[in-house]
């Protein structure tokens, strides 16, 4: 199972992936029947958070239409694995500020990592670790620190088997 970072569909749509140049790479996530795919009910939700409307922002138009089983919603296992995801975060021996502690518990980020740990799934994202970072948990460093285990998109869409064709 792999479960999708928002930036994942944010970055595809602004760059390589743009719905008008890359429309197979939104069908084959939308239609392919993906089943060790998906993604989290918030980063539906932070996708949908964005300032344009659903005719302005082909993303959100998008995500409104895939199958609604690819979101994700949190479960008595994703609760479990939030309190161990927290008890790492606060972790006296952590290098992280306080202030980057209380925003990570209060993101995205930290409920889509409690999902992949609760389902023994790989997070996907365009994150890299920087271990030492005090001011942020970035995704990959709380992935390893809990058991998880993270890719960038270009090595989840290998193995996954996707491959793009122009017409």
Known sequence: MYIFDTNVFITASRTFYGFDIA?????????????????SVHTKSEINAGKYSMEEDPLKAWAAG??????????????????????WAEAPQRPYLESAVADFLDSVDF?????????????VTHELSEPQRRNRVKIPDACTGVG????????????????LNAA
């Open 23 to 39: 429309p197979g790479f939104w069908e084959w996530i939308k239609d392919a029947g993906l089943t060790n795919a998906a993604s």
């Open 66 to 87: 895939v199958r609604s089983d690819f979101w994700v919603d949190d479960t008595v296992e994703t609760v479990a694995a939030m309190v161990e995801l927290r008890e």
């Open 111 to 123: 409920r889509i990592i409690a999902q992949a740990k609760a389902q023994g799934a790989i997070l």
């Open 148 to 163: 998880v285990v993270s890719l960038d998109p270009i090595a989840a869409y290998r193995s996954l088997g996707l491959r």
